[in-house]
């Protein structure tokens, strides 16, 4: 069993729990909620249309970032259900470094977005 292709499917599968647990607190409407949501600027908690836009742009990010969490984890579980021992090799695990910052700034764009409106 290839420890590479466990820790990718570990790594993207907390991924994908962040993002659904970020999907639901959208759905919820509870995005600007103390306590309950995240943190931003108090002109977006005070705005019920800034407060309803936040949660529609968290919504959509975390339900982009839990699909493209998919792939790396689709990728792993090929490679560990395959018959025998196979190793990843370095590129594909830098390749799959890259891919995950850039799935964690999708997820984390809308956040930067509300300290603009």
């Given at each position: 069993?290839?420890?590479?292709?466990?820790?990718?499917?570990?790594?993207?599968?907390?991924?994908?729990?962040?993002?659904?647990?970020?999907?639901?607190?959208?759905h919820r409407?509870?995005?600007?909620?103390?306590?309950?949501?995240?943190?931003?600027?108090?002109?977006?908690?005070?705005?019920?249309?800034?407060?309803?836009?936040?949660?529609?742009e968290v919504g959509r990010a975390a339900v982009l970032a839990g699909l493209l969490s998919l792939a790396p984890m689709v990728f792993a579980g090929w490679l560990l259900l395959r018959p025998g021992d196979h190793e990843v090799s370095t590129g594909v695990l830098a390749a799959c470094a890259a891919y995950g910052l850039f799935v964690a700034v999708v997820g984390r764009l809308p956040f930067e977005r509300m300290k603009r409106w």
């Open positions: 069993m290839s420890v590479a292709a466990v820790f990718l499917l570990v790594a993207f599968g907390a991924m994908l729990v962040v993002s659904v647990l970020m999907g639901l607190t959208a409407g509870q995005v600007c909620t103390p306590g309950d949501g995240y943190d931003v600027p108090d002109r977006v908690r005070q705005d019920p249309e800034l407060r309803a836009r936040a949660n529609e």
